[in-house]
């Protein structure tokens, strides 16, 4: 490697970001193509069944291609899919030499995109700021890989762990920098998720607003057993680009299936266990739809069931320097709880971030052992 390699690198995976959220079941790739040390060509993967970053990244720079360096955040594809190979657009245009942050976990491609280009005299250099990359494309790696949707758990909480007041009032606990994180997290996210709980006593819209951009609206779920979802919500009356889906059991009356269906919504009928819609064949057709990551804004009850379930991969706290007391005012995960604290779910690999005057943790969930928390 190079010294400015990493700069060109950092640059490429910039790039990739502004792709997130918008590119499933793709992965966001970003690319920068360098010579005598000037950029002279760059492009990321904006939507699924358009050019790939490689190619918007060629276009502009054209013939100057030749004998330069191609920066990439991942592995080039190296089959036939809703685009041509990239690899065969990269030799042809005559890049020397392809530096690549990660190889592709797709079994399409998983080091065939690689090959091809050594094959055609090309020199590959990979690894470079390879956990970022991961980092960037968690989602879809873990989708490509095991056919399930990334799932991020969020919660916004006081210091002595409470998501609202013993009277259920929960707004605001958070300040506005980082209700504005949350709304990034949703503009970057495939679906949000929440229960009928949180729908009947917030209304929620469930759509992204950030300020002076344009938000993305994720597809939003409601996990409602029995279908006692309000035709008035606004997750039905309020229209988004987005589809509303209401994951619901066959306990639920067809009368209001039909009623729900008729004013758009769609109405999946699912298994359920314990009486709720059961997580695993949910994420079994939210995946079959093409959704890689979904954002769970629930209540204590569906925290609870999704980490008793084990589908939780991350979980971004929000914590307020606020003290709400009391013994009645709920806490983030509802259900039994553990019965040792050697049971406790743990996260792993840290960060801790200043939003305002809060702070945002998050970390991954490691492998645990003992009793579930069992749903309310």
């Given at each position: ?7 060109f690198m950092r640059?490429a ?10 590119t499933?079941?793709?992965p ?11 950029v ?12 790939h970053?490689?190619?918007h990244?060629?276009?502009a720079a ?10 990439v ?6 089959h036939?899919g ?10 042809a ?10 190889a592709d976990?797709?079994p399409?491609v ?6 091809a ?9 990979t690894?470079?700021l ?9 989602a ?12 991020t758990l ?8 409470k ?5 259920g009032?929960?707004r ?15 503009d970057t ?9 949180t ?6 819209e ?22 006692r979802?309000p ?17 619901t059991?066959?306990a ?8 729900l ?19 695993q064949p ?24 999704a980490l008793?379930?084990?589908?939780v ?8 320097p606020?003290?709400?007391g ?12 553990v019965?040792?604290p050697?049971a406790a779910?743990q996260?792993e690999?840290?960060a ?7 702070l945002?943790?998050s970390?991954?969930?490691g ?10």
């Open positions: 490697m190079q010294p400015q390699d990493t700069i640059r995976l910039d790039l990739a970001r502004r792709g997130l959220g918008r499933s079941p793709n966001a790739v970003g690319a920068v193509i360098v010579k005598d040390g000037r002279i060509g760059e492009g990321y993967h904006q939507k699924a069944g358009t050019p970053a490689e190619i990244a060629l276009q054209g013939p100057a291609a030749r004998g330069s360096t191609l920066y955040t991942l592995e080039p594809c190296c036939y809703r685009t041509p190979p990239c690899t065969e657009a990269i030799i245009a005559g890049i020397r030499r392809v530096v690549a942050a990660m976990p797709n399409r998983a080091g065939g995109g690689f090959q280009l050594r094959q055609a005299g090309i020199e590959v250099e690894g470079l390879a956990e970022e990359a991961r980092q960037l494309n968690e879809f790696i873990k989708y490509i890989t095991t056919g399930n949707p990334w799932v969020k919660m916004a909480l006081t210091l002595d762990g998501i609202a007041t013993r009277t009032a929960a605001w606990i958070t300040g506005p920098e980082a209700r504005e994180r949350a709304h990034e997290l949703r996210h495939d679906a949000i998720l929440v229960g009928i709980g729908v009947l006593a917030d209304d929620p469930l759509t992204t607003r950030l300020p002076g951009v344009r938000g993305r609206d994720a597809v939003r779920v409601i996990l409602d057993s029995h279908l979802l035709l008035t919500a606004r997750v039905v009356s309020l229209r988004s680009a987005a589809p509303t889906l209401v994951a059991t066959a639920a009356p067809a009368e209001a299936r039909e009623e269906a008729a004013r758009g919504v769609q109405v999946l009928v699912l298994p359920a266990e314990a009486g709720r819609v059961a997580w949910l994420l079994a057709e939210l995946a079959r739809r093409q959704i890689t990551s979904i954002l769970v804004e629930g209540g204590s009850g569906v925290n609870a069931t008793a379930a084990g589908v991969d991350k979980v971004i706290a929000f914590i307020a606020k003290i709400f009391g013994v009645e005012a709920p806490g983030p995960v509802g259900g039994l709880g019965a040792d050697g779910w996260l690999r840290l801790v971030k200043r939003c305002g005057e809060d945002m943790l970390g991954y969930l492998k645990r052992e003992g009793s579930p928390c069992l749903p309310d």
